[in-house]
């Protein structure tokens, strides 16, 4: 079966500080990757989409950058940390869209705290 | 990017009851898929149910339903005997489909179910 990681799950960082989540994915092969952002009592945001190993699509312009070094790994980095990046950080992986699975499964999420 | 519109930041339900979350998406495709995801206090995403956007018929899951309009872009969630374990954010979401070679996943802001005992 797949499985999805994500770590940390909890993290405070100092403003200007850099930043590196990281997600794998277990069970399955090339699989789509995004990373999303869900400020305090907000939706789900998309940061950053990948179909493939050195491919990404960023969805908004922002202090955020992300990689695909391996296949089934995800990175969301940054070079120096701002307030307004605090939130709840979730990686998630599909399938291709018309395969039998449709929907994302998501990681357990990070609590990032910039101060 | 896609626009998923949820208008109710917010609704309650006693237990046994039946409440309806609304959506609205905005899209030129015609092939799609639409979820409904649930996030617990956990804030662990869990899907609810999925339709796809080709078949007429509306999904459903246990006490779980949708009134899908294709025409009117509008994917409801019906959730009949409210039971409060319910109790959670539950987001619509909207994917790219077969025609895109992307399939990204768009979510709406959310909805804040309650369910009083």
């Known amino acids: 079966s797949q499985t999805i990681h994500q770590w940390p799950a909890t993290l405070v960082q100092p403003v200007g500080s850099p930043l590196s989540l990281e997600c794998t994915v277990e069970g399955t092969s090339n699989p789509n990757l995004y990373w999303y952002r869900q400020a305090a009592g907000r939706g789900l945001q998309l940061l950053f989409y990948s179909v493939g190993i050195g491919q990404i699509s960023s969805e908004v312009p922002q202090n955020l950058s992300a990689s695909r070094p391996q296949d089934r790994q995800f990175i969301l980095s940054s070079k120096k940390l701002l307030l307004s990046d605090s939130g709840f950080y979730l990686c998630?992986?599909?399938?291709?869209?018309?395969?039998?699975?449709?929907?994302?499964?998501f990681g357990q999420g990070t609590r990032l705290t910039v101060v | 990017a896609q626009t998923v519109t949820q208008s109710q930041p917010e609704m309650s339900v006693q237990e046994a009851e039946t409440v309806t979350l609304s959506c609205t998406y905005d899209t030129s495709e015609n092939n799609y898929y639409l979820f409904w995801y649930k996030q617990p206090p956990s804030r662990q995403m869990i899907l609810v149910i999925r339709q796809e956007a080709y078949k007429q018929q509306n999904a459903t899951e246990n006490r779980f339903s949708v009134n899908f309009q294709k025409a009117a872009k509008s994917f409801s969630l019906k959730i009949s005997d409210s039971q409060l374990g319910d109790t959670a954010m539950y987001f619509c979401?909207?994917?790219?489909?077969?025609?895109?070679?992307?399939?990204?996943?768009?979510f709406g802001r959310g909805t804040q179910l309650t369910v009083w005992p």
């Open positions: 979401a909207f994917r790219e489909g077969r025609g895109s070679t992307l399939g990204r996943l768009y």
């Open positions: 998630a992986w599909s399938t291709l869209p018309g395969q039998l699975l449709t929907e994302a499964f």
